[in-house]
């Protein structure tokens, strides 16, 4: 059973930029959050998606946006890249009737020069 | 809000050594506690975690205790083995149930174990 699969690995892009960042969740998973690790810190909740819908929101800029698809898989996309964007992100898939046990990919680590 | 405080690292262990991490949180009503565990390289763990008062979580040797009137859930393993290292950290979701769940972690504790 794949756990939780992140896309890529690693990037490297430049201020003013967008990314995209892809997130597949563990089998049987509706429900995808994400999360922002800078480097040193805890991880910090951006939003989570369940049924295609933003359920809940961070404090974070409208910069940052998602999607959910229909086969639960989710996106993570942020526009105008600032170096303060550099970070580890994190997706984390649960079911919605347990979403207090979370799953979390290996990450994608985004630096931004 | 919400938010976690846990203790500052990194801590430095031998090998069979006794291990306690602090945490302690700030949330209204009744939060679920947890500790999470990111190995080099790799994405967060759950190890343990507890959803009401005076439970204990335990797992792979770690325990804690959800300690309301301390506002506490503090990490303890008797003896700690070098494949224990790792960044550990302490969690909160502000529900338990069903619902939508906002994790917020401290900031984490980098422990390194050697023989």
């Known amino acids: 059973d794949a756990g939780v699969t992140q896309s890529p690995t690693h990037l490297i892009k430049t201020r003013g930029q967008q990314v995209t960042l892809r997130c597949s969740p563990k089998?049987?998973?509706?429900?995808v959050s994400w999360y922002q690790q800078a480097l040193g810190q805890g991880p910090q909740f951006i939003f989570q998606?369940?049924?295609?819908?933003?359920?809940q929101r961070g404090n974070f800029p409208d910069r940052f946006s998602g999607h959910q698809f229909p086969n639960y898989s989710s996106e993570l996309n942020v526009n105008a890249l600032l170096l303060g964007d550099s970070a580890l992100y994190l997706c984390a898939s649960s079911f919605l009737s347990m979403a207090d046990e979370q799953f979390f990919g290996p990450g994608t680590r985004l630096t931004v020069l | 809000g919400n938010s976690v405080t846990q203790m500052e690292g990194p801590v430095t262990l031998s090998e069979e050594a006794f291990l306690t991490i602090n945490c302690t949180y700030t949330a209204t009503g009744y939060p679920s506690l947890f500790w999470y565990v990111q190995y080099p390289g790799e994405g967060l763990q759950l190890l343990l975690k507890?959803?009401?008062?005076?439970d204990k979580g335990s797992n792979k040797g770690f325990e804690a205790t959800y300690r309301k009137e301390t506002t506490s859930f503090h990490l303890e393993k008797g003896s700690v083995q070098v494949s224990d290292s790792a960044v550990y950290f302490c969690a909160l979701s502000p529900y338990s149930g069903a619902g939508s769940y906002q994790l917020t972690f401290g900031k984490g504790t980098k422990l390194s174990v050697i023989p």
């Open positions: 089998s049987g998973h509706d429900t």
């Open positions: 998606y369940y049924e295609e819908e933003e359920r």
């Open positions: 507890a959803t009401k008062a005076d």
